[in-house]
């Protein structure tokens, strides 16, 4: 469905340490990053699309992260679900909601709320039921 998802950053090298930890526990590949374009990306191990892409906005305007717009990343486990959340938390995220149930969703929706340290708001969602 997609080829790449691309968030804005006005402070690259922030940016970059945040997604890195971040997308390491969601089990995510770094593919490239060009410090001095300022911009990365990571895609899945077995390589391929879509990838997850942070930059200067090409325009090279100030970034300004919209108000109704998300990336949702998605978990192998509830586990993961709160290590993720944890490890945003400790990068300089800030908490949008914690990692729970939201059966509002469907009866498996197990996810967590951030904004990056750019503000643009993260989710982390596994769809699966509890493990054993």
Not at 8 to 20: E, K, L, P, S
Not at 41 to 46: F, K, S
Not at 76 to 88: F, I
């Amino acid at each position: 469905m997609f080829s790449h998802v691309f968030f804005g950053v006005a402070h690259f090298r922030r940016a970059f340490t945040f997604y890195d930890a971040l997308l390491k526990v969601l089990g995510l590949s770094l593919r490239f990053e060009e410090a001095e374009n300022e911009w990365a990306g990571w895609q899945n191990p077995e390589g391929g699309r879509p990838l997850f892409v942070i930059g200067k906005p090409y325009d090279q305007k100030l970034h300004d992260p919209g108000n109704g717009q998300m990336v949702a990343f998605q978990a192998s486990s509830r586990e993961v679900v709160r290590r993720a959340h944890a490890t945003a938390l400790a990068h300089g995220a800030t908490c949008e909601g914690p990692p729970g149930l939201r059966a509002h969703y469907h009866p498996n929706y197990y996810g967590a709320y951030f904004r990056d340290t750019e503000g643009n708001k993260v989710c982390v969602a596994c769809h699966a039921p509890e493990g054993p």
